[in-house]
């Protein structure tokens, strides 16, 4: 079992920044992804990035050159910087964690409660 915990959400005036920080618990597993996913009232939870344990990043285009996403394993912590925000970055932001078998098999799939992003004037 993992356990995430998402932090960092708030109320941010466009063009401002946030970083969003995600601790996780438990289960440690050696091919794991880490990443941001977002979901806004009355749409579909979408990617915002992922970072794997290789170290390689993969971003949505809407947030590339914006948002950057990092992990600290040492100490179990992702965190995800947001700059020059946008009202259509609000949403709920959730931090996920996925493990995988030595086969390429999904092992398993936790998310954290989701920590809320509003973008406003």
């Known amino acids: 079992q993992v356990q995430l915990v998402e932090s960092g959400g708030g109320l941010v005036q466009p063009g401002g920044s946030l970083r969003l920080s995600c601790a996780a618990s438990?289960?440690?597993?050696?091919?794991?992804?880490m990443g941001w996913y977002r979901q806004a009232p009355g749409k579909q939870r979408e990617l915002v990035a992922t970072?794997?344990?290789?170290?390689?990043?993969n971003y949505a285009d809407a947030v590339k050159g914006r948002f950057t996403i990092s992990r600290d394993n040492a100490k179990n912590m992702m965190y995800l910087q947001m700059n020059s925000l946008k009202p259509e970055d609000t949403a709920v932001y959730y931090c996920?964690?996925?493990?995988?078998?030595?086969?390429?098999?999904?092992?398993?799939?936790?998310w954290g409660q989701g920590t809320q992003v509003t973008v406003s004037s």
């Open positions: 996920n964690y996925r493990y995988y078998y030595s086969s390429g098999t999904l092992g398993g799939d936790y």
């Open positions: 438990g289960s440690a597993f050696s091919i794991n992804v």
């Open positions: 970072f794997t344990t290789g170290g390689r990043t």
